[in-house]
């Protein structure tokens, strides 16, 4: 019987030492590191989501009045068709001057939002803290593809709101405008990677 044992154990031994090359073999393959254009899209993603769910909270059936805004980056002249085209260093610069200029208006809206008590001015304040996040990420990509910076546009802000569903109208467009914006900024870095990777 202890013959039979030890044989039994020298062959899960044997096995076991043939198994060991087959084990060391199947290691698992390092995670290639995200690239900036990946951390600059997924950032953006990041946004577009905090955006939408800003939007839910401020959902109202009453029509917005368009235009409160009258300095927010033109959207209607980016279509998906120029993304094919487009060259990376104006690309990051404009992305860049247009971020800056959201960022004004979203601090605006932020003070204001608070002197009315609105509920959603702890997911704004995070929003515009990932927005300054994605604003620096932005700007280190720019250094390394040696991209100019540009002076954004002065902020075109509307008048003292006295009431609350004033604050809700302006929050309302703008973040629908900021919505545009990201999804437009999502594709547009996605398009970018390869023509990035080829300065590095």
């Given at each position: 019987?202890?013959?039979?044992?030890?044989?039994?154990?020298?062959?899960?031994?044997?096995?076991?030492?043939?198994?060991?090359?087959?084990?060391?073999?199947?290691?698992?393959?390092?995670?290639?590191?995200?690239?900036?254009?990946?951390?600059?899209?997924?950032?953006?993603?990041?946004?577009?989501?905090?955006?939408?769910?800003?939007?839910?909270?401020?959902?109202?059936?009453?029509?917005?009045?368009?235009?409160?805004?009258?300095?927010?980056?033109?959207m209607s002249n980016r279509s998906a068709h120029d993304l094919n085209n487009l060259e990376l260093k104006p690309t990051l610069s404009q992305l860049h001057a247009d971020l800056k200029l959201y960022e004004h208006h979203f601090e605006w809206l932020n003070r204001v939002s608070k002197k009315h008590h609105h509920p959603a001015v702890p997911k704004l304040v995070e929003m515009i803290r990932e927005m300054k996040?994605?604003?620096?990420?932005?700007?280190?990509?720019?250094?390394?593809?040696?991209?100019?910076?540009?002076?954004?546009?002065?902020?075109?802000?509307?008048?003292?709101?006295?009431?609350?569903?004033?604050?809700?109208?302006?929050?309302?467009?703008?973040?629908?405008?900021?919505?545009?914006?990201?999804?437009?900024?999502?594709?547009?870095?996605?398009?970018?990677?390869?023509?990035?990777?080829?300065?590095?």
């Amino acid at each position: 019987m202890k013959l039979l044992l030890d044989s039994s154990s020298s062959l899960l031994f044997s096995l076991l030492l043939a198994q060991l090359p087959v084990l060391s073999s199947a290691s698992p393959v390092p995670h290639r590191r995200p690239s900036e254009m990946d951390k600059l899209s997924n950032q953006t993603r990041n946004l577009m989501k905090l955006t939408q769910e800003l939007l839910k909270e401020h959902a109202f059936d009453s029509d917005v009045e368009p235009h409160r805004f009258k300095s927010l980056p033109e959207m209607s002249n980016r279509s998906a068709h120029d993304l094919n085209n487009l060259e990376l260093k104006p690309t990051l610069s404009q992305l860049h001057a247009d971020l800056k200029l959201y960022e004004h208006h979203f601090e605006w809206l932020n003070r204001v939002s608070k002197k009315h008590h609105h509920p959603a001015v702890p997911k704004l304040v995070e929003m515009i803290r990932e927005m300054k996040s994605l604003i620096n990420l932005l700007h280190r990509q720019m250094l390394r593809a040696e991209a100019p910076k540009l002076t954004p546009a002065t902020p075109s802000l509307p008048p003292q709101l006295q009431y609350h569903f004033d604050v809700l109208q302006s929050s309302h467009e703008l973040l629908q405008h900021f919505k545009l914006f990201c999804d437009w900024a999502y594709r547009a870095f996605i398009s970018l990677k390869s023509k990035a990777s080829a300065t590095q």
